[in-house]
């Protein structure tokens, strides 16, 4: 033996971690974690009318999609073996007041695109979401009365709207408005209902965040929104908050738990994971998306790799999915791989 492989073997005390990583073929047969399609949920945009394809300017690549158009991206989904949509609509400004009333409407614009969507594509999954924000005149998840978001006049109005939602064909009501005790209301309405096989995906832990703003330009609600969120949606300081938010959810019947932002808040996704073992999944959100989308367009970074990236690492968190924009683009990817 050399003297200097003998100082080499001091070094590393013959452990290389390099010997697996050396060859393609090596470091496919010791991954930890992959990204599939079976982990993908896309998100997409309800707006009325026909053959409208409406980009978005804050999120380059993402449209509002009339019914039609929607079911179209509901057939490329399917296709691409994507499992499910979750839908957002778009609502006119005529049909929006304080209290979100349309929400109850058994023909406004989500509960149309579900009874579409499904007729089309009856083996698609569709996730919809009973928050009232892109119903009320204000914004706000909820009915506001004095300056006041009302939790329990809103939940109650969320559970009807959820088996309206139920009704049309929905597969997963995915309550994102964070009041208080609505998982229980919503689970006892659709069993009262005859849904009883119809899941709830609850938004366990949203954040007070800001990475919605492309969001709320989607959906039509940036320049409506009074005030902020910060009374209902949970501090991104507070990390046990969240958890305890995300066990009532569990106590009240939830069937799956979502983290909402995803990438920054890793840690609940991995916490919720370890805690509960109910599936978890994660909103890689319009903020976290419009990033990589102008990073990329800008030169900065191998847009391509960074999607991948972050999506993986939702998957190392403990995610059994992600709700991702970038759906469609990976989906290929992988079809090619």
């Avoid at 499992?83 to 609502?91: D, E, G």
Wanted: net charge negative.
């Amino acid at each position: 033996m050399t003297d200097k492989t003998h100082a080499v073997d001091l070094i590393t005390g013959h452990r290389r971690m390099r010997r697996n990583r050396k060859a393609d073929w090596s470091r496919r047969m010791v991954q930890e974690n992959r990204l599939t399609v079976d982990d993908l949920i896309w998100p997409i945009f309800i707006v009325a009318g026909t053959n409208i394809v409406e980009p978005i300017d804050a999120m380059p690549g993402v449209n509002r999609m009339s019914i039609d158009k929607a079911v179209e991206a509901a057939k490329l989904a399917a296709d691409l073996g994507i499992p499910a949509l979750a839908t957002f609509p778009n609502v006119d400004i005529t049909l929006r007041d304080d209290t979100g009333s349309n929400s109850l409407a058994a023909n406004n614009l989500i509960n149309e695109a579900t009874r579409a969507i499904k007729k089309a594509v009856p083996n698609i999954g569709v996730i919809t979401d009973v928050a009232l924000d892109p119903f009320t005149s204000h914004g706000h998840d909820g009915i506001l009365r004095d300056g006041e978001i009302v939790n329990d006049e809103t939940v109650t109005q969320i559970a009807r709207a959820a088996v309206l939602q139920a009704d049309a064909g929905a597969d997963i009501i995915a309550p994102s408005d964070m009041m208080d005790g609505r998982v229980g209301v919503i689970r006892r309405a659709l069993d009262a209902a005859g849904h009883q096989n119809v899941g709830i995906m609850a938004y366990a832990t949203k954040f007070a965040s800001a990475f919605y703003g492309p969001y709320r330009e989607a959906i039509g609600t940036s320049g409506l929104l009074k005030g902020d969120k910060k009374t209902y949606y949970i501090d991104p300081a507070n990390g046990t908050e969240a958890m305890r938010d995300a066990a009532l959810d569990v106590e009240e019947g939830a069937d799956m738990l979502m983290v909402k932002p995803g990438l920054p808040y890793l840690d609940i996704c991995w916490r919720m994971k370890e805690s509960f073992g109910l599936p978890v999944f994660a909103y890689q959100v319009s903020g976290e998306y419009s990033q990589i989308k102008a990073a990329a367009a800008n030169g900065w970074i191998d847009g391509e790799r960074v999607m991948l990236e972050t999506l993986l690492a939702f998957k190392r968190a403990g995610c059994d999915g992600i709700l991702s924009y970038f759906a469609v683009d990976v989906a290929r990817i992988l079809a090619k791989r």
